[in-house]
Structures are given as structure tokens and as C-alpha cells.
């Protein structure tokens, strides 16, 4: 996963939406660990000014938003979310797009 600049392997919920709000803009998101369930991930997504958290099951043999589509990696779920908008929804219908990955890795160290 270490080429997958959108995740963040070490911070928490309050640190995501800080990060997302100052350094995000609508449709930015980044993927952490979750901190309510060792295992599982957690998708952070800005949208309409806040910051929205999905909950991302790891089942040992599988990724998936508690129901859904099924994914053997972290990597294959983002993407195809990414690729597939209009897929990803709020219990209420409303639709989460998943556009602009907030990268963890600061360009200016790679060489």
C-alpha cells in the first residue's frame, strides 16, 4: 500500500478532517486505519464543507462498505470507487464522490 499516496497509515479521525479542511477541497479524501475497529480502514471524505467517514470492512478475504461490492484489496475498492461515481451513497441516497486523493507522501521528498 505504500504506493498508494492516499493512504495515511497513522492518523485518527480528528486528524483526517483537519487535514482534509485545510489542505482538501470538495471530493478530496484520504484512507487510515480505523480506530474503532482494529483491521478495518476508514474512507474520509470532504463534502459540502465537512468531512464524511466511511467505514471500510476487512474480512480477511475481502474489502467492502459493510454490504456491496466486494474488493480483494484496499487499492482495487478506492479505485473502483473512484472510477464508478455516482456507486458510493449515503444511507439517504445522496451521492459521495471520491475525486481528489490527499496524499500522504510530500512530493518534495521523493528523488
Known sequence: MSSRRWFWPTISGIEAEKLLMERGVDCSFLARPSSSNPGDFTLSVRRNGEVTHIKIQNSGDFYDLYGGEKF?????????????????????????????????????TER
Open 72 to 108: 480483494a484489496t484496499l487499492s482495487e475498492l478506492v479505485q473502483y470507487y473512484m472510477e464508478n461515481q455516482g456507486q458510493l451513497k449515503e444511507k439517504n441516497g445522496e451521492i459521495i464522490e471520491l475525486k481528489y486523493p490527499l496524499n500522504c507522501a510530500d512530493p518534495t
